[in-house]
């Protein structure tokens, strides 16, 4: 059964700074990873998917990296903004979607 | 374009009572996922549909909760004899299968 664990559970930063949010899971045999932002009361926004065979993704500011071998993945979040507050979801994937979610990291950056 | 659609946004509930929660996909999509977030907690899998079938229905928590799709179109959750511990938002997303996820708002279900 997957298991996924995200580290740290809450950051706060000031504006401009950049930063990293990390994510674990257990099961290697994983499809592929998606992390997504959750803003208060609204539903899961994707930012990025990282398919099995590949090792980052970038889209702008953010690039996440997937290293299976050893579980985990990271979201780096450059010149991090007040926009940029949110809930980081990152979740892990079977090959037919069904994903497994870590708890989350709830970032704040203070202008 | 359109995302995906849940209605109701918020829904209040008197225990026992049943309810019925609806998720329109992107159109295209053929595949969609129910997930629930209860207070506090992470997002639970409840239910994978591929067109009108559901190849996996693992995380339904118990025979009160049924969920189907109408072809690859809209899809329904419904909970029958709702208990407080139902209590929690209720998302669904689609997708082309193996690609990004795209979830709609959840629908806030309250029992009381």
């Known amino acids: 059964k997957q298991e996924v664990t995200q580290i740290p559970a809450a950051l706060s930063v000031p504006e401009g700074e950049n930063l990293v949010l990390n994510c674990s899971f257990t099961?290697?045999?994983?499809?592929?990873l998606q992390w997504f932002r959750q803003d208060p009361g609204k539903g899961l926004t994707s930012l990025l998917l990282i398919q099995s065979s590949q090792r980052e993704q970038t889209s702008g500011r953010l690039n996440a990296s997937l290293d299976k071998s050893s579980g985990r993945s990271t979201l780096y979040i450059a010149a991090s903004q007040p926009g940029d507050s949110a809930t980081y979801l990152c979740?892990?994937?079977?090959?037919?979607?069904?994903?497994?979610f870590g708890q989350g990291t709830i970032l704040t950056v203070h202008p | 374009g359109a995302g995906v659609s849940q209605s109701p946004s918020n829904k209040v509930t008197e225990k026992g009572k049943d309810v019925e929660l609806r998720c329109d996909p992107i159109?295209?999509?053929?595949?969609l996922y129910w997930y629930r977030q209860r207070l506090g907690q992470g997002l639970e899998f409840l239910i994978y549909?591929?067109?009108?079938?559901?190849?996996?229905k693992s995380g339904l928590p118990s025979d009160r909760f049924s969920a189907e799709r109408t072809g690859e179109s809209v899809s329904t959750l419904t909970i029958q004899r709702t208990q407080q511990e139902d209590s929690a938002v209720y998302l669904c997303a689609s997708s082309l299968v193996n690609l990004e996820q795209y979830f709609g708002p959840g629908t806030r279900l309250t029992v009381t």
């Open positions: 549909f591929q067109g009108n079938s559901a190849p996996d």
């Open positions: 159109s295209g999509h053929t595949a």
């Open positions: 099961d290697s045999a994983i499809y592929n």
């Open positions: 979740a892990g994937g079977t090959s037919y979607g069904k994903l497994t």
